[in-house]
């Protein structure tokens, strides 16, 4: 039992409560909590930037199933398949845990795109303060993640490793201590939040948020994923790695193309 004496006792049940069939979860509540904190973050930031409450309600409704249904498919297909195919009402069970948010990222950029669009509403403004959202809910997300253990590191005998003693996480082995990989994410997005929050008005351009969150969270995910305990793909690289390369890349030359090409931001005088 590595560490075990050293570390962090976490013992809650994944489950909020069991009333019948209805069995609620800190991982789904974690994400209404988000949702909400996220809008409330990014409401006059949104309307500095033209974008009125009707807006934003207009396209968060699609964008949350966007994402969820994103976010969940795009776990899915990088796991084995075989036990999905064998019980397809696993693929939607969200509850169990499992979202890979590159998957929700994809989803909701291209249904900001359609609803915008067909809405006549600002869509770079609109992708900017998605941005910011996105930070603050994935924040929220991770503490779900940190109660459920499904997002750990390897063993270790840090003094802050998690042993997760509830037989109802997810994490391999009860009497292991883990890196609590979860909270190093938790940390991550702080940081980035912070970053993007106070370049917020500093960007000359609609859409540099934007790339700029992907930048730096794809940087993130290169680095964290380097503990977290996911089976190694190409190069030496995890699966959401190889897809943070990508995301990096693309948030280069979208920072460029929207620096070189976008519309300059014009900030209403609302007051926060």
Known sequence: MLGVLASITINIDPIIFQLGPLSPRWYGLMYVVGIIVGVWVVQSYANRLGINGDQIQTVLGPAIVAGLIGGRLYYVVQQPLEPFLRDPIRIIAVWEGGMAFYGAIFAVALTLVIVCRLNKIPL????DTAAIFAVVGQFFGRIGNVINGDIVGPPTDLPWGFVYTHPGSFVPDHTVAYHPAGIYEMFFNVILFL????????????????ALYLIGYSLGQFLLFFIRTEPI??????????????????????????WRKGSSINVARVKE
């Open 124 to 127: 770079w403004p609109m992708i």
């Open 195 to 210: 970053i993007i929050w106070n370049l917020r008005w500093r960007v000359q351009k609609t859409g540099m948020i934007f």
């Open 233 to 258: 793909l190409f190069l030496g690289l995890k699966q959401a790695q190889q897809t943070a390369v990508v995301v990096f890349v693309a948030g280069l030359l979208l920072l460029w193309w929207r």
